[in-house]
């Protein structure tokens, strides 16, 4: 069975209706080509106070998002990402550091990641993601992009009946086995989050309601269909899942 095909059964034999939460499913986008976009002139570089990096500078939003980057900085940069979507971790993979180097370093762009959860085991990847607040958030993230072929391969292992045994839990567990069968819990845990801490984020009711909160406003306020998505100052962005295609509208928009 191909890897899609693999991930779909996951996605089935998990429903969503077995767990307490109700997702609306996207699409992990496919890259698109460079489109091309006139360029406006750049904005100047805005230093960061006196001891700091605008890249190690990391806030939290009211929408639930962390910001890395200038807070107020002129050119706002959303991306809606799902951990388990090959295409956002492409991006992380081809994109970040050039963003990072050239954006938002100079202080002109801030990055505001938002998680978009499309399915439980996505779910349970965003919760420990989030798990240690401002500090860790971009690395746990940057790093879960990095190595998700290998969990993704196993929860495919787990098979059908190891799903099943999950759904059979009381709700409040299913998160935490989810986690011990990708081996997510340990992945934080060789990486600053307690066991403690990754267990009681796992069962944070508050925090999943707030995921699926995000995921409503995403599809209802942007009509997001696929991830990765982008917005610049507010506005969607179309057909730039890919850096080649996305930078040429931060350049234009003056970054």
């Known amino acids: 069975m191909s890897k899609a095909g693999a991930y779909s059964t996951m996605k089935r ?63 706002k940069l959303v991306e809606y990402a799902s951990l388990t979507c090959s295409h956002c971790a492409e991006f992380a993979d081809k994109g970040v550091a050039a963003l990072k180097e050239k954006y938002i370093s100079k202080g002109t762009v801030s990055l505001e990641l938002r998680n978009y959860v499309r399915d439980p085991i996505d779910m349970t990847a965003a919760l420990l993601s989030r798990c240690g607040g401002t500090g860790p958030y971009f690395q746990l993230t940057e790093q879960m992009f990095a190595a998700q072929s290998e969990w ?10 190891g799903f099943k045994r999950i759904q059979s839990l009381p709700p409040a567990q299913q998160f935490g086995e989810l986690a011990k069968a990708g081996q997510l819990d340990q992945f934080v845990q060789q990486r600053g989050v307690s066991s403690q801490k990754a267990a009681q984020c796992l069962a944070d009711k508050a925090a999943v309601d707030k995921l699926v909160a995000m995921n409503k406003k995403a599809t209802e306020e942007y009509n997001l269909t696929g991830t990765p ?13 890919a850096w080649e295609a996305l930078e040429p509208k931060l350049r234009a928009a003056g970054a």
């Open 13 to 75: 034999i998990i429903g969503l209706t077995a767990l307490p939460l109700t997702l609306a499913l996207a699409a992990c986008g496919s890259s698109d080509e460079a489109k091309t976009a006139d360029a406006t002139s750049s904005a100047a570089p805005i230093a960061a106070p006196a001891g700091q990096s605008w890249v190690d500078t990391i806030t939290q939003t009211d929408e639930g998002g962390f910001v890395m980057g200038n807070p107020n900085a002129p050119i």
């Open 152 to 161: 993704l391969n196993r929860f495919q292992s787990l098979g059908e009946e």
């Open 229 to 241: 998505m982008f917005m610049i100052n507010g506005q969607v962005v179309p057909d730039t899942a």
